[in-house]
């Protein structure tokens, strides 16, 4: 059940909606926080308490306007009034000026002005007033209890799209017309294809998901650097907030593979799984979020670990191998992650994309 919110709120995330947000490189959080004091904390939070509202009221917006009847599936309207609530909070925080700090520590940044994040204040940290430790600390509190609340964010919007195919069966409802794109592809009686989502549906969740992962960044990011100003001890010499500054990709992908080996095992019952090998230029080490870089290979892994178990048997003997093969370019780096676990049939390759 949606929460009823007053029309000054309504106007108020459509106003930020009509507002750009703003665009950060992993370079300009490092420039930012590489050397995190409380007067930093102090400029970042007045960044993050102004942009975060565009975000979510641009996400709010669109939750509501969904084709398909999708936004009135009642995980997607649970997924709304998270994001309003959360929206709620951020604007009604106090301001730096509200909270009482004098605009001496503001470094010339009041409330209403832009802040650019990537441009740490050039004033000396000179002894501040306890009064400034409060608030970051006060609005810190606040983007944890933003950041617990949106957690079941991802599976929420999955349980909301199988809602809406749930509710698509019962009324006997198409999803859309075959295209080209999909001619091979098993398809029902009326043309459509089983299961699969419109296009413009698929284009929000791709949207949605990418826009997520850029406030959970900026959230985070901001989380570990106060705590990094509060106890520098605690945070590692090559990061900076969530970042580090020198991944190593060997490290993090080992890492990787010891937790899918293990889930593997623990799924099928077994003693053992197949063995995983590296090869190329192993050694590399690059600026990265080593969390998200380990989410992505495990999920891979434990996609081509699967694949093998199957297709070879739980009772094999042995399996063959997995392969990491890490080569660096000029401007990128690639891993390719190959199995002979039977690969995905040509008719299926149109929905690997797809959710």
Not at 266 to 286: C, M, R, W
């Amino acid at each position: 059940m949606s929460t009823k919110w007053p029309s000054s709120l309504t106007e108020a995330v459509k106003k930020y909606a009509t507002y750009k947000p703003t665009s950060i490189s992993l370079r300009q959080f490092v420039d930012f926080g590489h050397s995190p004091s409380t007067r930093t904390i102090l400029r970042g939070s007045q960044f993050v308490r102004s942009e975060l509202p565009i975000r979510l009221a641009h996400r709010v917006v669109e939750l509501e306007s969904l084709p398909y009847k999708l936004s009135e599936m009642p995980s997607i309207v649970r997924v709304k009034d998270w994001y309003t609530e959360s929206f709620k909070e951020l604007t009604e925080f106090p301001t730096p000026e509200a909270f009482g700090l004098p605009k001496a520590v503001l470094g010339g940044v009041e409330s209403g002005s832009k802040v650019r994040y990537f441009e740490p204040s050039a004033t000396p940290d000179s002894p501040l007033p306890d009064e400034v430790i409060a608030y970051n600390e006060k609005f810190v509190a606040c983007l944890d209890k933003i950041k617990k609340r949106h957690d079941p964010t991802t599976t929420t919007i999955a349980q909301g799209v199988l809602e809406l195919k749930d509710h698509s069966r019962r009324i006997n409802a198409p999803y859309f017309p075959s295209t080209p794109l999909h001619k091979n592809i098993p398809q029902n009686t009326n043309g459509t294809i089983p299961f699969l989502l419109p296009t413009d549906i698929q284009s929000f969740l791709d949207r949605f998901y990418m826009s997520r992962i850029g406030i959970r960044m900026l959230i985070g990011q901001q989380i570990a650097l106060h705590r990094s100003s509060v106890k520098p001890s605690s945070a590692p010499l090559d990061h900076v907030g969530i970042i580090c500054t020198k991944t190593n990709l060997l490290d993090v992908a080992q890492d990787a593979v010891s937790n899918a080996r293990e889930v593997c095992q623990n799924h099928y019952g077994l003693f053992g799984s197949p063995e995983i090998t590296f090869a190329g230029k192993t050694d590399v080490q690059f600026m990265y979020v080593p969390s998200h870089l380990h989410h992505m290979l495990f999920e891979l892994l434990k996609n081509s670990l699967r694949a093998v178990v199957e297709r070879y048997g739980v009772e094999s003997d042995e399996w063959p191998e997995i392969k990491v093969v890490v080569a660096e370019g000029r401007e990128d780096i690639t891993i390719k992650i190959s199995d002979e676990g039977g690969g995905i049939p040509r008719s299926g390759m149109p929905l690997i994309w797809t959710y």
